[in-house]
């Protein structure tokens, strides 16, 4: 009786993928729509309010001393050790590490690299970006400042716009970007919204940034969202040439492993011979023959050899021989 063998799920789940056509045609990529260029405009305007706004030190620059001296980690100490683990959520290095490792995978799974590029580009536009405005504005944070009620421009910091809070909203919302149907894109928008709120808002309770470095940088990361449907050619070329790059790799290695590999042959050529100068063949005897006519084995007298620790015998005589009488002694 035939049996079938008994699959795991882990062979399961290979034996799933083996089946998975490449480049699903149901995964729709961005496009700059007119919705999402209103939106970019919108939001690229409430980026200029902000560092407007604490530029000419208005009221959101009095709003950020205010909660500074009202000091929230002091009010709700209690919260403090799960404020220290949340917001871990905006730091770049573990968020980009655990986004890039399920990017990687939704990659391996549709054969396509545009998950990982599409990542590496909004880190890439992340740090430009953000890098640039805050070391061009150079805030001083709530840690570090010097006057009360100034804002703390052009000192030398490095906290306007929130990094954290920008980090947070760029490497969560790729995944809602990357989404593969709409309602899984609604989910991710809403879970990647708040988590970058809850992001923003631990570092304003833990007093390492004013409350509008955290607007500016929920601004700063949705541009970069919203902009990245512009880079979808680009990432769509880098693509193709990588895995052009790859096929040609694949080639060159499947030629070189199957072409044989075979030595020259090598050509003897004979020397001349001249028959003159042969030398004719001796007519002596060969040496292992004795010189003579041939004796008997029975005929032929015992030698010792030499060298031979054996003491000679003179009295030894050939077999067949009448030997001498040897005198006969009596008792």
């Known amino acids: 009786m035939r049996t079938e063998p008994k699959l795991t799920r882990l062979d399961r789940v290979f034996a799933r993928l083996d089946r998975e056509p490449e480049r699903p045609a149901h995964i729709d990529v961005p496009k700059m729509s007119r919705h999402r260029v209103v939106l970019l405009a919108a939001t690229l305007a409430f980026y200029g309010a902000i560092v407007w706004a604490v530029v000419i030190t208005s009221w959101l620059v009095r709003l950020d001393w205010q909660v500074m001296f009202f000091r929230p980690y ?32 939704r990659s391996w799974r549709q054969h396509t690299l545009r998950p990982l590029l599409a990542l590496g580009v909004s880190l890439l536009l992340l740090n430009v970006t953000v890098g640039a405005a805050k070391y061009g504005m150079g805030r001083l944070g709530p840690h570090y400042a010097t006057v009360i009620g100034s804002n703390e421009m052009w000192r030398g910091g490095d906290i306007f716009p929130s990094g954290h809070t920008a980090n947070a909203v760029v490497t969560w919302g790729i995944l809602a970007y990357m989404a593969s149907t709409p309602r899984a894109r609604r989910w991710l928008s809403a879970v990647s919204a708040v988590t970058s709120l809850g992001v923003g808002m631990a570092t304003v309770y833990l007093g390492t940034h004013w409350l509008s470095d955290v607007l500016l940088g929920w601004a700063a990361g949705l541009l970069i969202l919203l902009a990245l449907p512009w880079f979808e050619p680009l990432i769509a070329r880098s693509e193709a040439r990588i895995l052009d790059l790859r096929d040609r790799l694949r080639d060159r290695r499947g030629r070189t492993a199957t072409a044989p590999v075979s030595a020259p042959p090598v050509v003897v050529t004979p020397l001349p011979v001249d028959l003159d100068d042969v030398p004719a063949r001796s007519s002596r005897a060969p040496v292992y023959l004795a010189p003579g006519p041939h004796t008997a084995r029975s005929e032929r007298t015992p030698t010792t050899p030499a060298g031979s620790r054996r003491p000679p015998h003179p009295e030894r005589h050939p077999r067949g021989s009448a030997s001498s009488a040897r005198p006969l002694t009596g008792g």
Do not use: C, N
């Not at 009010?75 to 655990?98: C, K, N």
């Open 74 to 105: 002091q009010q709700w100490s209690e919260i403090h050790w799960f404020v220290d683990y949340y917001v871990v959520l905006g730091q770049r290095g573990p968020t980009a590490v655990m986004v890039a490792a399920w990017l990687g995978w």
